[in-house]
């Protein structure tokens, strides 16, 4: 059983407007929480992490949401660029556990 | 450092067939993983090592699937027999908790294509 969901196998944006991805976790003893990206033939690569003491972490444009009380997090890019169209991952751990728990991923295509 | 290298990069055999697949981690890093992409599931861990011991297995799927890693620097995922729905993107990553850091991002590999035909 998937304890990271990722509900919406994909998502379409205009260039330059904000891409919301979702992500509901199952497990309560998660505390560590990640988003990676994927282009094609390449493998996933690490963009952002947010650990449970916090609710909020920025990094350029992008901003990962934690909301522990409902086992959601989510990943905001503003602005959306062509460069960002790929699969993203949510993922998640144990503190202390090296073992990432993942999603299905999220396709996102950004338009011209 | 060159990354996570894995071989062969696409791998078509036909079914019945054994499979091996190889992984060499990033220097120095001490945990290692396989992991396998499919549509339906997503990533999906199979197993992982910390210093060459495995630790969790329970992912592999059946005893058709087995990892080895005999040295600090290589590991091996094994099928055999392969059947048709082991086609899959497999990815080896590593990482390491030698930072200090409570969690750290695994590195991947870029994977390898198995088809089974």
């Known amino acids: 059983d998937q304890q990271v969901k990722q509900n919406s196998p994909s998502l379409s944006v205009q260039e330059g407007r904000i891409s919301i991805l979702n992500c509901d976790y199952t497990?309560?003893?998660?505390?560590?929480f990640l988003w990676y990206k994927k282009y094609p033939a390449e493998g996933p690569t690490f963009l952002i992490s947010i650990s449970s003491i916090k609710d909020k972490n920025e990094d350029g444009r992008f901003t990962v949401f934690l909301n522990k009380s409902a086992k959601h997090l989510s990943l905001h890019i503003v602005p959306s660029q062509p460069g960002d169209s790929a699969v993203y991952f949510c993922?998640?751990?144990?503190?202390?556990?090296?073992?990432?728990?993942f999603g299905a991923g999220t396709t996102v295509t950004v338009r011209a | 450092d060159a990354g996570v290298i894995q071989s062969p990069r696409h791998e078509v055999t036909e079914m019945g067939q054994e499979v091996t697949l190889r992984c060499k981690p990033i220097s120095g890093h001490d945990y290692l993983f396989w992991y396998r992409q499919t549509m339906m599931r997503g990533l999906e861990l199979l197993i992982y090592f910390n210093n060459n011991v495995p630790i969790d297995d329970s992912g592999m799927p059946e005893d058709r699937f087995s990892a080895k890693m005999p040295n600090a620097s290589f590991s091996t995922l094994k099928i055999q027999p392969s059947e048709p729905r082991d086609s899959a993107v497999y990815f080896c990553a590593s990482s390491t908790d030698k930072t200090g850091a409570p969690n750290t991002e695994a590195f991947f590999g870029q994977g390898t294509r198995l088809t089974v035909v």
């Open positions: 993922a998640a751990s144990d503190i202390g556990d090296y073992k990432l728990s």
């Open positions: 497990n309560s003893m998660f505390d560590y």
